[in-house]
C-alpha cells in the first residue's frame, strides 16, 4: 500500500520532471532574443542617456518582432547596477547592455556569475568569454565640428569640459587638431599655443555651473563655446550672449540652442542592431567594437544657418572620406602643449593610445584637474 | 590677488558673485525666519526644487510670470506646510521631518517633471535699471540682475528691520527663544510657527524658480545641486541674522565667481577644490569659534528653542 503510494507518487514527480524539462526547448522555438538595457539617468534627460534611449528604439524598428527589449533608467551607482544586472540575468535574458563607464565593475561581476548569459558593456575595458565591449569613436565628429569652426574663423573657442578622462581628453584634442586644420585652410591667423580655452565643470551635467561657465567664457571674449557636457545649457547661454556654440552627444539646436553651428552626435542605434543581429545568427562574441562614421555610430547634426555652404561642402567631403574608413582624426604629426611629438608624421594614434590619453595637443590652454 | 584687475574682469566676477548667491539667499533669509520662530527645517534642498518645477511649469503653461512666481512660492510653501504639520501639530522630530522634505522634493520633482525636461519655457530675463546699471563695475554686479535677484538684495535689509525692529519680529523672536514664556503672554505660538515655516518655505520656492527661469532656463532633474545644503550652512555661518545672510552669501558668491573666471582665464591661484569646499570650511570654523566662549555662543547661537517640540499647556 505504501510502496504503491510511494511509486504513484514518484511517477507524477516524475512526469512533472518531464513536462519542466520538456518544455523550454518547444518554447525555444518560436523564442524571442530578450534584450535588456542598464540606462545611466531618466530617457529624457536630452543627453547621454536620450541618445542611447533613440538607439534602442532604432534596433527596435530594425528588428521588429525578433525581439523583447526591457530597460531600467537611472541606475546611477554601481550597487544600483549591480542588482538590476542581475535581475535581468536572473530572469532569463539572453542579452544584458550596460550603458555607463561605471556599470563595468557590477557587470563584469555578475558575467562571471552568469556564464549562459552574454553581456555588453559601453566604454569600459574590462572582457570576459561572455562580455564585450563597444564604444563609438566620437573624436571623428569632433575633428569635423572643430574643422567647420576654424574654416568659419573661430580661433578663440571656450570648451565647457566635464570630466577629465581619456573620452573628454580625446574629443578636445581631435576638436583643437580640425580647428587647427580649419583655421591653416583658411588663412586665418592664430594663436597657435592657445586656440581652445578647456575650463572644467568636474561633472557630466549641472545646469548652473554650465550656464556660468559659459557666460564666463563669452564675456572673456571667447568666439565660440564648446559644449561637452550632456545637456545644451552651455550652448543654450552662449546664444543668450550672441556667441556661437557646438553642442556635444545629442543635436543641441533641438534642445533650445538655435545658434549652435552643429554637434557632434552619439548614433547608437546601428551598434544596438548589429550586437543583436550577432545574437540572433548565432555569430556573437566578447568583440570590443569602437566604431565612427564608418559604422554609423557617430554624427553630425544639421548644419545651423550661420555655415556657408562652401564650409558645409568641405566639412562634408571629409565626413565622407571617414565613412570610407579613412580616419585622419588623430593622423601625425601631432605634438603635445609642451611641442614633444607624440604621434609621427605618417603615423596615427593607437586606439590603445586614444583609450587612455592623458595629455593636450598644442593649441589647447588649460590642464587635466588631478 | 584678483588675476587682472581691469574693470571689466571686476565687473563680470562681480555680476556673477551677485547672481550665484541669489537662490542661496532667498533660501537663507526663508530658513532664518523659520528658525528664529523655532523651526528647523532641513528640507530647503526639496523646496528649492518644488518652486523650481512649479515655477517652470506654470510660466510654460500661462507664460505668465507673477502666476509663475506664484506658483513657485506656493509650491514652497505647501512644501514647508506639510513639515509643519509634521512636527509642529504631530511632535515628529525636525530633522528627519526636513531631511525627508528632501528627498520628497528631489524624488517627487523627478517624477512629475519628466515630461518637461528639455521643454522650453518662460524666461525672466535681467532686467537693467536705467542709469544705474552703467556705473562701473557696481552696477552690472547689482543693477542688470533679474528680478529675483533685486529681491534678494533687498529682503535683507528688510528682514533685519522686520525681525530686530517690528512688534512683528518680537513675536517670532519669542517663539524661538521661549515657547512657553510668549505662549503665557499670549502669543499664539503655533500659529506664528506655522506661519514662519510657511513663509521659509515660500522663499526658498521663489529661490528654485530663480534657477528654472532666470539662471538657467529650463528644467533638469537636480536643478538646485546642493545649493540648499549651502543655504543651511549659510544660516549657521550667519549667525541667524538677515544681514550676515546677506553679506555671507554674496561673499559666498564671490568664492562662485572666483572659481569660473581663474579657470577662464588660465590663473590657478588657489587649487580649485579649496574655493569648492571654502563655504562648507568657513561655516565649520564659524560654529568652531562661536563655541570658544559663553558670550560669543549667547550672541552668535541658535535660538534656545530652536528645534523643541512646543504643546500648549503640556
Known amino acids: 500500500m505504501r510502496l504503491k503510494r510511494f511509486s504513484a507518487l514518484s511517477l507524477v514527480l516524475l512526469s512533472l520532471c518531464l513536462l519542466a524539462v520538456g518544455a523550454p526547448p518547444a518554447q525555444a522555438a518560436a523564442k524571442k532574443v530578450r534584450v535588456a538595457f542598464v540606462l545611466l539617468e531618466s530617457i529624457n534627460d536630452q543627453g547621454w542617456t536620450t541618445a542611447h534611449h533613440d538607439g534602442i528604439e532604432y534596433m527596435k524598428k530594425q528588428l521588429g518582432d525578433k525581439v523583447e527589449v526591457s530597460f531600467t533608467e537611472n541606475a546611477l551607482s554601481p550597487a544600483d547596477a549591480e542588482r538590476v544586472i542581475r535581475n535581468y540575468a536572473r530572469q532569463g535574458y539572453d542579452l544584458v547592455f550596460g550603458t555607463t563607464f561605471t556599470h563595468m565593475e557590477p557587470m563584469f561581476k555578475v558575467a562571471g556569475e552568469f556564464p549562459q548569459v552574454k553581456f555588453m558593456h559601453c566604454s569600459g575595458f574590462k572582457t570576459r568569454p561572455n562580455m564585450g565591449t563597444y564604444m563609438v569613436r566620437i573624436e571623428q565628429g569632433e575633428y569635423l565640428a572643430g574643422y567647420l569652426a576654424g574654416l568659419m574663423g573661430y580661433r578663440n573657442v571656450g570648451t565647457v569640459a566635464t570630466q577629465p578622462i581619456p573620452e573628454v581628453v580625446r574629443g578636445i584634442n581631435a576638436f583643437t587638431l580640425g580647428l587647427v586644420r580649419g583655421l591653416t585652410e583658411s588663412k586665418t591667423s592664430f594663436d597657435a599655443g592657445k586656440v581652445n580655452t578647456i575650463v572644467w565643470l568636474k561633472s557630466w551635467r549641472d545646469a548652473v555651473n554650465e550656464t556660468t561657465l559659459a557666460e564666463v567664457l563669452a564675456a572673456k571674449k571667447h568666439d565660440l563655446i564648446r559644449q561637452m557636457a550632456d545637456t545644451a545649457d552651455s550652448s543654450k547661454a552662449a546664444c543668450m550672449k550672441g556667441v556661437a556654440a557646438v553642442g556635444y552627444g545629442t543635436d543641441a539646436a533641438k534642445y533650445g540652442a538655435s545658434c549652435a553651428l552643429t554637434s557632434t552626435t552619439f548614433v547608437w542605434g546601428p551598434v544596438y542592431a548589429g550586437i543583436v543581429n550577432r545574437v540572433i545568427a548565432g555569430t556573437w562574441k566578447n568583440d570590443e567594437l569602437f566604431t565612427g562614421f564608418e559604422g554609423g555610430g557617430v554624427g553630425l547634426a544639421p548644419f545651423g544657418k550661420a555655415v556657408p555652404k562652401a564650409v558645409a561642402g568641405k566639412v562634408l567631403a571629409l565626413k565622407a572620406r571617414m565613412a570610407k574608413g579613412e580616419d585622419m582624426s588623430f593622423a601625425g604629426p601631432i605634438a603635445d602643449q609642451a611641442g614633444v611629438l607624440r604621434v609621427k608624421k605618417g603615423d596615427k594614434a593607437s586606439d590603445k593610445e586614444l583609450l587612455s590619453m592623458r595629455w593636450f595637443v598644442k593649441g589647447v590652454s588649460g590642464s587635466l584637474p588631478e | ?314
Open chain 2, 1 to 314: 590677488m584678483l588675476p587682472s584687475p581691469d574693470w571689466e574682469s571686476l565687473a563680470l566676477l562681480g555680476q556673477i558673485a551677485v547672481k550665484s548667491s541669489t537662490a542661496v539667499l532667498l533660501a537663507a533669509y526663508g530658513e532664518i525666519v523659520a528658525e528664529r520662530s523655532g523651526v528647523l527645517n532641513l528640507g530647503l534642498e526639496g523646496m528649492l526644487l518644488l518652486g523650481a518645477l512649479a515655477g517652470f511649469a506654470v510660466g510654460a503653461a500661462t507664460g505668465d510670470p507673477a502666476a509663475a512666481l506664484g506658483a513657485a512660492a506656493g509650491a514652497g510653501a505647501l512644501g514647508a506646510l506639510a513639515h509643519g504639520i509634521f512636527v509642529l501639530s504631530l511632535g515628529a522630530e525636525q530633522v528627519l521631518s526636513g531631511l525627508a522634505l528632501s528627498l520628497l522634493g528631489a524624488g517627487l520633482t523627478g517624477v512629475l517633471g519628466r515630461d518637461l525636461l528639455g521643454a522650453p519655457g518662460l524666461v525672466l530675463p535681467s532686467v537693467p535699471l536705467p542709469v544705474l546699471a552703467d556705473v562701473p563695475v557696481l552696477g552690472p554686479a547689482l543693477c542688470n540682475q533679474p528680478v529675483l535677484t533685486y529681491l534678494a538684495l533687498l529682503l535683507g535689509p528688510l528682514l533685519w528691520w522686520a525681525l530686530g525692529r517690528t512688534r512683528w519680529g518680537l513675536l517670532v523672536r519669542a517663539c524661538g527663544e521661549n515657547a512657553s514664556a510668549a505662549y503665557a503672554s499670549g502669543v499664539p505660538v503655533r500659529l506664528v510657527r506655522y506661519g514662519c515655516t510657511c513663509f521659509g518655505g515660500a522663499l526658498a520656492g521663489l529661490g528654485g524658480a530663480f534657477l528654472s527661469l532666470s539662471y538657467t532656463p529650463g528644467w533638469k532633474e537636480g536643478l538646485s545641486a546642493g545649493q540648499g545644503w549651502i543655504a543651511i550652512a549659510m544660516v549657521v555661518f550667519a549667525a541667524w541674522r538677515p544681514l550676515r545672510a546677506l553679506w555671507g552669501g554674496l561673499f559666498f558668491g564671490l568664492l562662485t565667481a572666483l572659481q569660473f573666471t581663474w579657470q577662464a582665464e588660465g590663473a590657478q591661484w588657489l587649487p580649485l577644490w579649496v574655493l569648492r569646499a571654502a563655504p562648507y570650511l568657513l561655516t565649520l570654523l564659524v560654529l568652531a569659534l562661536a563655541q570658544t566662549s559663553a558670550a560669543l555662543r549667547r550672541r552668535s547661537g541658535p535660538p534656545a528653542d530652536l528645534g523643541r517640540f512646543f504643546r500648549p499647556g503640556g
